[in-house]
């Protein structure tokens, strides 16, 4: 491997900090690989829709997508270990570079090492390294011993990630929803054998989605673990820096080289010019005009300077300090080492600490909670007739009437109006319009149907015009239960001149 061309800087690195480098690679060439990941995946996803438009099955595509995570994975996966190499392909040349690995180990990552959680940095082990199974297995038995850990928590976190991101994107469906219909389908028992193929087509695309961003990450993190690894290993940065050296050495020996040569030729030539009778004279040169010792105080300038620097206190300087210690001191006695001062004085003795303040805190939260709850119950045990009497807003009273609907029940609810009980009467009139709704829909009143039930029912019912009566009743209901807004004299009058009163 020509490490000498790699584009990342090359040193022992801990797992948060190759997870950083992962996630600064995939940043890096984000275009590429979202590009092929794309174009590679759209077809599947449009099977998946079809797939659930064919079954009506909303688990069945979602587990489909999650199944071929290890065929899209490739991508990024190539992309960085060319990239790292200062050979980024374009999407092009990934989606070439993917097929060309064909089928290799993709039964495997299929079909039995399919839940491995370690297979972040498994595959670069598989598709880089070019090694058979029995290889591949005494290699990771050396390999993993330090990102067997690291890797399945960096796919545990890239799973929450993903799942995070659909939720949030499955967040915005309520707010172009109705209301009353969103209520319907959620508080329905049968929710998922029920869903309906509008929510189940955002459903698959949020979760696909997801995955788009999760699984780059993790893959990229993975292979930047291998590497951190591999460094780690096989001592990728000593390497790095002797061949470096090398290089250097070799540019300065050249020149050493051919400075020497110059200066031969050059005493070559002087020679040569000498005069052929007589001896040159000879040059008397002593170590100690060679490489000549100062004398003391020759240079007077340096040594003020040198002077005012060990003068200042910053950087030099006196100072004298007076300590009081016995005349006699005692010898100390070998401190008897304890399983709690051991805990205590080691490597987890911050952890220690916040655990006795985490249960500190639980234990002062208890006792208060407890103190609260006792004054609040301790006044209802007594039989305390003030309390007894407390009384709820009107905005948020129940309104419970045990009794069945009468048939003639516009006349009650004129009555109940005219007293006074303007809530007891719209009450009235919303449970007349439920009950006869449920005659006409032949079906029972369900004890806990909702608002939003009545409102289903209405749009159920043949005729168009009680529908819409039904609707307009529950609405006012609601406005006056909910929002304390209550109709006027005409306006109950035009509920009361119709169906469901008229044919009590």
């Given at each position: 491997m020509e490490i000498e061309r790699i584009s990342v800087v090359l040193r022992v690195r801990s797992a948060r900090e190759s997870v950083d480098l992962g996630a600064a690679m995939l940043r890096r060439h984000a275009r590429p690989i979202f590009t092929a990941w794309f174009i590679a995946s759209l077809p599947f996803l449009a099977m998946a829709i079809a797939l659930e438009q064919w079954l009506g099955k909303p688990w069945l595509p979602l587990l489909f997508l999650w199944w071929l995570k290890p065929v899209f994975a490739r991508i990024p996966l190539y992309v960085v270990s060319r990239a790292v190499f200062a050979e980024a392909p374009d999407w092009r040349g990934a989606l070439r570079g993917t097929l060309a690995w064909g089928l290799k180990g993709l039964p495997a990552w299929l079909t039995i090492r399919r839940f491995d959680p370690r297979r972040c940095v498994l595959q670069p082990i598989v598709y880089l390294e070019g090694l058979d199974r029995g290889e591949r297995s005494r290699r990771w038995r050396v390999f993993g011993r330090g990102v067997e850990g690291p890797g399945t928590g960096l796919t545990l976190t890239c799973t929450m990630f993903e799942l995070v991101l659909a939720l949030s994107l499955l967040l915005f469906l309520p707010m172009f929803v109705p209301a009353e219909l969103w209520e319907s389908y959620w508080f329905n028992a049968?929710?998922?054998?029920?869903m309906p193929h509008w929510l189940s087509v955002p459903l698959i695309v949020a979760y696909y989605l997801g995955m788009s961003v999760a699984e780059p990450l993790?893959?990229?993190?993975?292979?930047?673990?291998?590497?951190?690894?591999?460094?780690e290993l096989e001592a990728w940065d000593v390497d790095l820096a002797f061949r470096r050296l090398r290089n250097r050495l070799l540019t300065t020996a050249t020149t050493a080289i051919l400075l020497i040569a110059t200066c031969f030729a050059t005493s070559t030539a002087h020679a040569a010019d000498a005069p052929r009778g007589g001896k040159p004279d000879a040059v008397k040169v002593s170590v100690e005009s060679a490489f000549p010792v100062p004398k003391p105080g020759a240079d007077q300038r340096m040594n003020d300077v040198s002077a005012k620097v060990l003068a200042d206190p910053l950087l030099g300087g006196k100072t004298r300090a007076w300590h009081w210690v016995p005349k006699h001191p005692r010898a100390p006695k070998p401190e008897e080492i304890t399983p709690e001062k051991s805990i205590e004085q080691g490597d987890f003795a911050g952890v220690g600490l916040a655990l006795k303040g985490l249960l500190l805190a639980l234990l002062v939260a208890a006792v208060a909670w407890l103190a609260w709850f006792a004054l609040r119950r301790w006044p209802s045990r007594r039989g305390d007739p003030a309390v007894a009497r407390t009384t709820?807003?009107?905005?948020?009273?129940?309104?419970?009437?045990?009794?069945?609907?009468p048939k003639g029940f516009g006349e009650q609810v004129h009555v109940l109006w005219r007293s006074g009980s303007r809530r007891e009467a719209l009450a009235l009139l919303y449970r007349g319009t439920v009950e006869r709704m449920a005659v006409r829909l032949d079906e029972p009143v369900h004890p806990d149907a909702t608002e939003a039930d009545a409102i289903a029912g209405a749009r159920r019912l043949d005729d168009d015009d009680a529908g819409r009566r039904a609707i307009r009743i529950v609405r006012t209901w609601q406005y006056a239960a909910y929002a304390d807004r209550y109709p006027s004299d005409e306006e109950l009058a035009v509920l009361l001149g119709g169906w469901p009163v008229e044919r009590a």
């Open positions: 049968g929710f998922l054998r029920a993790c893959t990229t993190g993975g292979f930047a673990l291998y590497l951190g690894r591999r460094t709820v807003p009107s905005a948020v009273q129940e309104t419970a009437v045990e009794v069945a609907v």
